[in-house]
C-alpha cells in the first residue's frame, strides 16, 4: 500500500510539474530522486542511493554505442537538407507531375515520404516544405488552408518511415531491435504516402477550387528566398539517386547485415556528405549543420538519461505493475485497451512533444500490449502513429506551430487555427492507418519477419 501511495505521488508530481512548464527532462529527474528517496528512507543514506543511481543511470545510458544514432542520422539528414536536394527533387516531381489534378499537393506528400527516408524528424520536414511547397502552391492559387494542412499532415511521415528518431528511442526504451523497427515502418509509412495521395486526389476532383483550378498562377507570389531557378532534369535525376543512393545504402545495409544501425548511420552522414559537397555545400553550412545537430541531440540524450532514471524508479515502487494490473484486470478487450493507450497519447500530444510522450509511456504500455498478444513491432508502429498524431492536435500540435513560424514573413497574416482545421483530414487518415494496423499487424510484421527471420 505504501508503495502504491508513492506511485499515484510521483504520478501527481510529474504532472504538476510538466503543467506549470518545467522542462520534461527535468521533471522526470526530480520526480524520480523523489521517488527513490521516499523508498529508500528519508536519511543521509537515502541521499547517496539517489546520487549513485542518478551517476550510474547516466554513465549506462550514454555509453551505449547504440545512441550514436541518433546525432549520426540527424546529420545525414542535416547535409541533405543543406545540400538544396530536397527542393530539387519536389521541383522535379512537381514537373513530372504536371498532368495530375493537385499535382503540387501530391508532389509535397512525395517530397516529405523521401525526405523521411533520410532526415527521421517530422519537425524538420514541416520546416523545410512549409519554405519550399506553400509559396509554390500559393502561386498557382491553392487554398493557404488546404496547403498547409497537406504540409502539416504529410510531415508526420517524418517520424513513420525510417530512419525514424522515434523508432530510434522507442527500440532504446523497450530493447527493442532498431533494424527490425525500421523495417516494420516501411510498409505502413508507404500505406499512409499512398492515403495522402488518395486524399489530395480526391479533393482536386471533388472540390478543384482547394487546388487552383481555374486561378491563373501569380508569379510575384513567389517569396524573396525562393529565387532559385527551375530544377533542370539533370540536377533533379542527381539529387533524387542520391537520396535513393542513401536510402538503398544505410537501410539495405542495417537490414541485410552488412553493419549495425549505428554503422548504419556513420555511412549515412558520409554519403550525405558527400551528396551536399558535390551540391556545392559551403563551409557555413557546414559547422551549421554540425552545430544544428548538437542543439537537436543534446536535449533528447539528456531526455533518455532522465527516462533510464524514471524506469528504475517505477520499477522501485511497483507503479509500471500497478499500472499493468489495472489495465489488464480492467475486463475490457484488448482493442478497447489499445484505444485508452491512443486516447492518452492524443491527450499527451496536445501538451508535450513526441519524445517526452514516448519517455512517459514507453516502458510501461508496451509489456502490457505484448501481455495482450500483440506483436512489439506492429504495437510500436501504432504507438509512433498515435504519437505523431498528437503533434496535429490543438492546442498545442507542435507541427502546426512549426508550419506557422516557417511561413511567418510569407504569410503573417495566416492564423493557427485554419492550420489546425485543415490538418483534420490527416489526422482522421492516421486514425484509419492505426485501425487497420490493429486489425491486420502483419502490415507492420511482414517485413521484419523476412528480413529479420
Known amino acids: 500500500m505504501f508503495e502504491a501511495n508513492i506511485a499515484i505521488l510521483l504520478i501527481v508530481c510529474l504532472i504538476a510539474l510538466v503543467a506549470i512548464g518545467v522542462h520534461i527532462a527535468i521533471a522526470l529527474g526530480m520526480t524520480s530522486a523523489l521517488g527513490i528517496f521516499l523508498v529508500t528512507g528519508s536519511d543521509i543514506y537515502a541521499f547517496r ?69 533520410v532526415t527521421g524528424v517530422s519537425i524538420a520536414s514541416a520546416a523545410t516544405f512549409s ?4 509559396p509554390e502552391m500559393r502561386r498557382f492559387g491553392y487554398h493557404p488552408g488546404f496547403a498547409l494542412g497537406t504540409v502539416a499532415g504529410s510531415s508526420c511521415l517524418g517520424m513513420l518511415i525510417p530512419p525514424s528518431v522515434l523508432m530510434i528511442v522507442w527500440g532504446i526504451l523497450t530493447e527493442q531491435s532498431i533494424g527490425q523497427l525500421f523495417a516494420g515502418g516501411v510498409l505502413p509509412g508507404l500505406m ?21 483550378a481555374g486561378v491563373v498562377p501569380n508569379p510575384s507570389a513567389t517569396p524573396v528566398d525562393e529565387d ?68 537537436t541531440s543534446a536535449p533528447i540524450l539528456l531526455l533518455l538519461v532522465a527516462a533510464s532514471l524514471y524506469s528504475r524508479t517505477l520499477a522501485m515502487t511497483g507503479m509500471a505493475n500497478a499500472i499493468e494490473g489495472l489495465f489488464i484486470g480492467s475486463g475490457m478487450e484488448p482493442w478497447m485497451i489499445i484505444g485508452v493507450m491512443v486516447l492518452i497519447w492524443f491527450a499527451l500530444g496536445m501538451i508535450i512533444d513526441s519524445i517526452s510522450i514516448m519517455l512517459l509511456t514507453a516502458a510501461i504500455f508496451s509489456p502490457i500490449a ?70 491486420f499487424p502483419v502490415i507492420a510484421t511482414y517485413l521484419p519477419n523476412v528480413l529479420f527471420p
Do not use: C, H
Request: hydrophobic content about 60%.
Open 192 to 212: 499512409l504516402t499512398s492515403m495522402f495521395i488518395l486524399y489530395v486526389f480526391t479533393m482536386a476532383l471533388v472540390k478543384p477550387s482547394v487546388v487552383g
Open 228 to 295: 532559385v531557378p527551375e530544377v533542370s532534369t539533370t540536377q533533379f535525376l542527381i539529387s533524387l539517386f542520391g537520396i535513393v543512393a542513401v536510402i538503398v545504402a544505410v537501410l539495405g545495409g542495417i537490414w541485410f547485415g552488412i553493419f549495425s544501425p549505428t554503422e548504419g548511420a556513420g555511412a549515412g552522414a558520409f554519403i550525405g556528405l558527400v551528396l551536399a559537397l558535390i551540391k556545392g555545400m559551403k563551409f557555413k553550412d557546414f559547422i551549421d549543420a554540425i552545430l544544428s545537430v548538437g542543439k
Open 131 to 134: 519554405r519550399i511547397a506553400y
Open 370 to 439: 505484448i501481455k495482450l498478444g500483440m506483436d512489439p513491432i506492429a504495437f510500436a508502429i501504432i504507438a509512433i502513429v498515435a504519437i505523431e498524431a498528437g503533434l496535429l492536435t490543438p492546442p498545442f500540435g507542435l507541427l502546426v506551430y512549426t508550419v506557422k513560424s516557417a511561413i511567418q514573413d510569407i504569410d503573417p497574416e495566416m492564423n493557427v487555427m485554419t492550420i489546425f482545421k485543415s490538418s483534420i483530414p490527416y489526422w482522421i487518415i492516421m486514425l484509419i492507418a492505426m485501425a487497420l494496423i490493429v486489425r
Open 49 to 117: 542511493t539517489v546520487q549513485t543511481m542518478l551517476a550510474a543511470t547516466a554513465y549506462e545510458a550514454i555509453r551505449e554505442f547504440v545512441f550514436a544514432v541518433i546525432p549520426l542520422f540527424l546529420l545525414m539528414g542535416e547535409f541533405i537538407s543543406k545540400s538544396g536536394t530536397v527542393t530539387d527533387v519536389y521541383r522535379g516531381l512537381n514537373r513530372l507531375l504536371r498532368r495530375l489534378p493537385g499535382r503540387l499537393g501530391i508532389a509535397t506528400v512525395l517530397g516529405n515520404a523521401l525526405f523521411s527516408f
